[in-house]
């Protein structure tokens, strides 16, 4: 069995993680189309983790 060691000082807050992924996709309709899957990707990255850390608080 395995378990997590909490990081030192406060937990983030993940409204501002899900603020700072949201904020990735800014400027998406000035790129091209083809560009649009990596900036998803990212976006869903960041939100997985933002999300994630609600359970660890």
Excluded: C, K, N, Y
């Amino acid at each position: 069995m395995s378990f997590e060691v909490p990081l030192p000082g406060p937990p983030r807050d993940p409204v501002a993680g899900i603020d700072d992924a949201l904020a990735r996709l800014d400027g998406l309709e000035q790129l091209d189309v083809a560009e649009h899957v990596a900036r998803f990707d990212d976006a869903h990255t960041a939100l997985t983790a933002a999300l994630s850390s609600i359970d660890r608080v």
